[in-house]
């Protein structure tokens, strides 16, 4: 195995068990990501892109294969250890911006800090940072519903980004934009990969979101079907 590998999948499978059935999600992904990579994940409803997510984002473990981040193998942790590597090393972004209602950016952001027992001022001085980061500046004290749909999908990358990850993940990150605010995220994607090294992983289904990347890996029924790096 190369070293340099941030993740790596070895013939990851992914079966979930519904009753008498099996559903076979993921059917064999071999698969390496350096640390610095932009890698869009693409295909149809269903192939696997959010099962491959979870797994990628230790949310989830593989029913069969090795997973391998930074060198360790991670498919045969338990909870709690996967747990803990997600709280240090990964960093989520969703469709729907998860965000907490009736609660500010500022505050929204804190919140991994604060799990992890961070004193609060500490905590502060990093959320504004991180906000700052996104150009979110003015906009700290504001409440959810107090945003727009792009301010806020900013709020849940910062708020990715304050405990320092070096892999971000992204499921569908625009896919609740509109385009030219989906434009603006993806910048705010591009800066953060050039000028902090961070690893991005995204999901998308828009042809345009994929061409920040640097690789793409187009999914059908559980295996690659296709491949393209720069
Ligand atoms: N928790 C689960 N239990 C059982 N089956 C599941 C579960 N999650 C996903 N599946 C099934 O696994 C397959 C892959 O699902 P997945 O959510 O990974 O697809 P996807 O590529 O993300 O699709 P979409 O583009 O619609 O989000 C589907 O057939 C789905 O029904
Ligand atoms: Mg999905």
Known sequence: MENNNL????????????GETQVRALRGIT???QQGDIVAIMGPSGS?????????????RPTEGKYFLEGEEV???????????????IGFVFQT???????????????PLLYSNMPGKKAKALALKSLSLVGLEGRELHKTNQLSGGEQQRVAIARALVNNP???????????LDTKTGREIMEIFKK??????????????DSEVAQISHQRIY?????????ERE
């Open 192 to 205: 953060l990969n050039q000028e902090k090294n961070i690893t991005i992983i995204l999901v998308t289904h």
């Open 166 to 176: 070096s892999l971000l993940l992204a499921d569908e990150p625009t896919g609740n």
């Open 97 to 111: 911006f998860n965000l907490l209602a009736r609660t500010t950016a500022l505050e929204n952001t804190e919140l």
């Open 31 to 33: 698969y390496s990501i």
């Open 7 to 18: 993740i790596r999948f070895e013939d990851i499978k992914r079966i979930y068990d519904v």
């Open 75 to 89: 498919s045969t942790l338990d909870k709690n250890r996967l747990a803990r590597i997600r709280n240090k090393k």
């Open 48 to 60: 696997g892109k959010s099962t491959l997510m979870n797994l990628i984002g230790c949310l989830d």
């Open 219 to 227: 999914l059908r029924d559980g295996l690659i079907e296709k491949e």
